[in-house]
């Protein structure tokens, strides 16, 4: 009788511990409520009657757990997760591997300082990678659906990207991107140079054959080969993108402009200038004074006269020489030149100043009657015609007009520089038929008449007609600055999208959701979390998503099951068996004390 009343206050007691346990743990998030089933006991003895066996007592045979959902309260946090309708969250200890998993439905997850979400107790949670991740399109529209790839990892969401790491779109973090928009139809024929690198532009030519046209002239380019240069966009809208290697670090915008043709030069060979007048004096007929006494050569140049005396035996151009280059014998040759002439012995050589422009024939006389005054030569001055180089020239990079000495000269892109010089020389010649126009190679000489006289240079100058490109070409420049995360959401489906400050919208993973044929089997291991045991059978883990699993709810997390007012009622009715299975007792060991006395 002591047994069966002992097994009878243990079974109340098992009932008051569990159900304190369910009401401690009413605010736990996520928390099962349990509850304890008993079973009698009977004699198992073959000769017992049946109708006259009394049982042995009670036994507790199973503590359940109730895996009933418990109410949802709002939090406003992305990443407190609830699971609407069945199964659990996966969560494994960072320090083991392979699917060693434990199981909850409590979702208050956060991210740890490298971006893992992880419970309280640091589990990280298990997902699923994108194999592809989704991103936004210039216009913010979705462009890719991610698919799943096969293992199950913990989900991270990377708060930031440095420079050289890939992104999961698989570009390249610090990547700068430079777009160069080009809007046609061409309006001319011509060069753009992009990024220094001239690209043939016809007339006509539409958007996306101009942007063709620079993809195919960077992608060869010696300057590009770290970089790689696509076409983007579809007919008018096309543009050329730009991606430079990571290492180049922040680059300025690609350039892009129509090129000037460069105007050739010019030079003057020969300036424009007037010959000094030349007079000579020969007395190489009679160089010296033989008449016995001293002789006065009279010098006349028309405004002044001279008296020269050469004494017995002097030479007359020596003496002559020595007096006119002496300014104060001769004051008014200081402007002129008298000089021996190299080749003609006794032959005086007479210059004048370049200012004193024509002057009168200069004549001798004297009283030696063999004074050479038939011998006087005089040699009038002139003019020296100017001649100028023009050149060397260059090719036409761009349809272009010439404009030389006023005349304008046309040209065509592509235009050889010998071509160009043909062409000037050709009208140069109509234009001014008194001079010498005359092409060697790339270069044009121009003789001018001496009738001009100081006339001006030529300035040839070019001018493109019109820019290759129709309009102007737009470079945007790219950032350099790290990725950072700016936002995180998490879908029904368990698709956790990560926004980053290059504007795309990362698609991180999918949480993974467990379920078991037998949830109550599931051992508890504390800290919220089960692991399966033989009577819950295996997990199968899939993402989350009816009908295999239940939605995720973010912002949201599961309250305990526990309805405190039936917990208290359950106290009380277990507080009651205890009382009455105690009274039991009392009375059993009076009633032994007496039997005991009697004796």
């Known amino acids: 009788m002591l047994s069966v009343t002992m097994a009878g206050l243990n079974a109340a007691q098992k009932t008051m511990d569990v159900t304190s346990n369910n009401m401690s743990n009413a605010n736990t998030v996520g928390f099962k409520r349990s509850f304890a089933s008993f079973g009698d006991v009977f004699s198992n003895d073959p000769a017992a009657n049946p109708k006259t066996s009394i049982g042995s007592g009670v036994l507790t045979t199973a503590i359940t757990r109730d895996t009933t959902a418990g109410a949802l309260k709002t939090t406003g946090r992305v990443t407190d997760m609830a699971i609407d309708g069945r199964g659990f969250f996966v969560v494994r200890d960072p320090a083991t591997t392979g699917d060693t998993f434990s199981y909850t439905r409590a979702g208050n997850f956060g991210l740890d300082s490298q971006g893992f979400m992880v419970d309280p107790g640091g589990n990280q949670v298990i997902g699923y990678q994108a194999a592809n991740s989704g991103k936004l399109d210039a216009n913010g529209v979705a462009i890719m659906i991610p698919d799943l790839a096969s293992s199950k990892m913990s989900m991270q969401i990377n708060p930031q990207y440095f420079n050289g790491q890939t992104l999961p779109d698989g570009s390249i973090a610090g990547q700068e991107k430079q777009l160069l928009s080009l809007k046609g139809p061409a309006t001319a024929t011509g060069s753009v140079l992009v990024g220094g690198v001239a690209v043939s532009i016809t007339t006509g030519d539409t958007t996306a054959q101009m942007a063709a046209k620079v993809q195919s002239a960077l992608s060869v380019d010696a300057g590009f080969a770290k970089r790689t240069v696509t076409v983007v966009g579809t007919g008018e809208m096309s543009q050329v993108q730009i991606v430079y290697d990571a290492s180049e670090g922040d680059v300025n915008p690609i350039s892009v402009e129509t090129p000037v043709a460069s105007s050739p030069t010019v030079s003057t ?331």
Do not use: C, W
């Open 269 to 599: 060979k020969n300036p424009f200038q007037q010959v000094a007048e030349i007079q000579t004096m020969d007395f190489s007929a009679a160089p010296t004074n033989t008449t016995g006494a001293s002789v006065d050569v009279v010098l006349t140049d028309g405004s002044t006269t001279l008296t020269i005396p050469v004494a017995d035996g002097e030479n007359y151009a020596d003496t002559i020489q020595a007096f006119l280059s002496n300014p104060t014998s001769a004051p008014t040759f200081a402007g002129r030149s008298v000089t021996a002439d190299t080749l003609v012995a006794n032959k005086l050589v007479l210059q004048f100043a370049n200012t004193e422009g024509l002057v009168a024939p200069i004549t001798l006389s004297g009283s030696d009657p063999a004074l050479p005054t038939t011998s006087l030569e005089t040699q009038a001055g002139n003019y020296s015609p100017k001649i100028s180089e023009i050149g060397p020239m260059s090719a036409a990079a761009a349809d272009a007009t010439i404009n030389v000495a006023g005349v304008s000269i046309n040209v065509a892109a592509g235009d050889t520089a010998v071509t160009i010089a043909n062409r000037i020389q050709a009208a140069l010649q109509s234009a001014f038929p008194a001079r010498n126009v005359v092409v060697g190679g790339d270069k044009i000489t121009m003789t001018y008449a001496i009738s001009e006289g100081d006339a001006p240079l030529v300035q040839p100058k070019f001018t493109n007609r019109k820019p290759a490109s129709g309009s102007a070409v737009e470079a945007v420049k790219g950032s350099t600055d790290p990725v950072l995360m700016q936002g995180l959401s998490i879908s029904p489906k368990g698709e956790a999208m990560a926004t980053y400050s290059n504007g795309a919208i990362y698609t991180m993973g999918f949480l993974a959701i467990a379920n078991f044929s037998n949830e109550g089997a599931l051992k508890d291991v504390g800290g919220n979390r089960f692991v399966e045991t033989g009577d819950s059978g295996g997990h199968t883990i899939t993402p989350a998503g009816a009908p295999k699993a239940g939605n995720i709810m973010s912002g949201a997390l599961e309250q305990a099951n526990v309805d405190i007012t039936s917990e208290l009622m359950e106290m009380i009715r277990a507080q009651q068996v205890y009382n009455g299975n105690a009274r039991v007792l009392q009375t059993t060991v009076d009633t032994v004390t007496k039997i005991t006395d009697m004796r």
